[in-house]
């Protein structure tokens, strides 16, 4: 079983992901961009780079993300593992399509569309997607702004894009409001999680 864990910068991923460890220790735990190869180390670059260009930086997070797909998730969902991805493909819509959205080199009739289309062929559908619910100036509050992704004007794009895949899949996704305390938080997502194991069964 593949849950994916999405949100803004700042809505309390981190603090999730290590309660989550202590609750499911068997679990494989995972993240996207990768800090493990050097696809993901080539999106971290970009990410400091206030002048990549956006078509070219989504690319290295499309690459990074079919890489991990065949070194880690695939491999571990055929060994029958619950996994647990602290962001994933909804992450790269979501941020990549606001991205493209101010490209001024490219024309985009709808850039989250793209992103999806070019996601469609290869990649794993997650069969449960936690949304941590903050709004943008939190988040950016909360993150310190300490890279372009992490400014409110920007993450404001970000959360309508969040909010048209909610809309699109709800099914799949769990609304989770991140300004309440991790522990409500945690208790939030460990029900949305143990249900959806049940459902899976």
């Given amino acids: 079983m593949l849950v994916t864990l999405e949100g803004l ?5 981190t603090t999730l992901v290590e309660a989550l460890r202590e609750r499911y220790p068997d679990a494989t735990f995972t993240r996207e961009p990768t800090d493990d190869s050097w696809y993901g180390e080539a999106v ?13 930086e989504l690319f290295l997070y499309t690459a990074d993300h079919a890489d991990h797909l065949s070194r880690v998730i695939r ?5 029958g593992d619950l996994v647990i991805s602290d962001r994933y493909a909804d992450s790269r819509f979501a941020y990549q399509g606001a991205t493209l959205e101010t490209a001024s080199a490219y024309d985009f009739t709808d850039p989250l569309e793209y992103v999806v289309d070019l996601h469609r062929p290869f990649s794993i559908e997650p069969d449960l997607t936690i949304y941590l619910d903050l709004d943008p100036e939190t988040a950016a509050e909360r993150a310190g702004t300490t890279n372009k992704f992490e400014r409110a004007a ?7 894009n969040y909010e048209r895949l909610l809309e699109r899949d709800p099914d799949r996704f ?24 049940s459902n899976d069964r």
Avoid: M
Wanted: aromatic content about 4%; glycine content about 4%; overall charge negative.
């Fill in 9 to 13: 910068d700042g809505s309390g991923k």
């Fill in 174 to 197: 769990v609304r989770v409001d991140a300004t309440r305390s991790p522990d409500a938080v945690l208790a939030a997502v460990v029900d949305a999680l143990e249900d959806a194991r």
């Fill in 75 to 79: 491999p571990a969902l055929e060994a």
């Fill in 44 to 56: 971290y670059r970009s990410i400091a780079d206030d002048d990549a260009d956006p078509l070219a």
């Fill in 154 to 160: 920007y993450l404001e794009s970000v959360r309508d």
